[in-house]
Structures are given as structure tokens and as C-alpha cells.
């Protein structure tokens, strides 16, 4: 049997960090809207930034986690916070990514 690293070593391995936003260059679940990283723990697929905020934190988010820099691959704990889907669509309407069909088509990441 193999031992596991810890969660801490295994997640970070895979974290490229920019003056802005750090981001996860392990496994991505590519397609909309998921172009969010992930890593597996205890045999299921986890969205890293929700790997983020438990590392930073030592719960798991109750609630969505959302991105004030409106980037699906950063993992960097002060651009994450805890919201409802309510307060998801607000966010998105009010930087201009939601229109009446939905999501828009155009993604306006903060962070390059």
C-alpha cells in the first residue's frame, strides 16, 4: 500500500503563483462551465479551489464558493468567498458576465 502525502504537498505541487492569482496546473475539468482545477482525495474529485479554502480554513465551504477575481482556476484564499447562487448571479450581473440567456459568452477574468 502507498502512503499519501499530505493535502497540503499534493495541492500546492501543482499551484502556479503570479502576482495576482495563483493558479492550480494539475488536473482541469475543462467545458463550460467547468473550467474549475481539481485533485482527487479519498477517492473523489474535488473543485480545487474548494481544496483552497479547506487547507486555509480546515472546513469545507457550506455554501458556493465564488472568485472576486472571476478566475475558475485560482486557488489563492483572499480571492475566495463563501456566498449563495443568489449572491453568484448577482455578482456576475453586476460585472457585466450574466444576460438574460444566462452566462454570458464573453469571460472577464481580472487576473490574466
Known sequence: MRSRQPIQIRFWRYAKKNETCWFRTGGIAHGPPNDYGQIRIAKKLRPAHHVAFYIETGRWPVQKLLHKCDNPRCVR????????????????????????????????????
Open 77 to 112: 484564499f483572499e480571492h475566495l468567498f463563501e456566498g449563495t447562487q443568489r449572491a453568484n448571479i448577482l455578482d456576475a450581473i453586476h460585472k457585466g458576465r450574466w444576460d438574460v440567456r444566462g452566462w454570458a459568452r464573453r469571460r472577464k477574468a481580472h487576473c490574466g
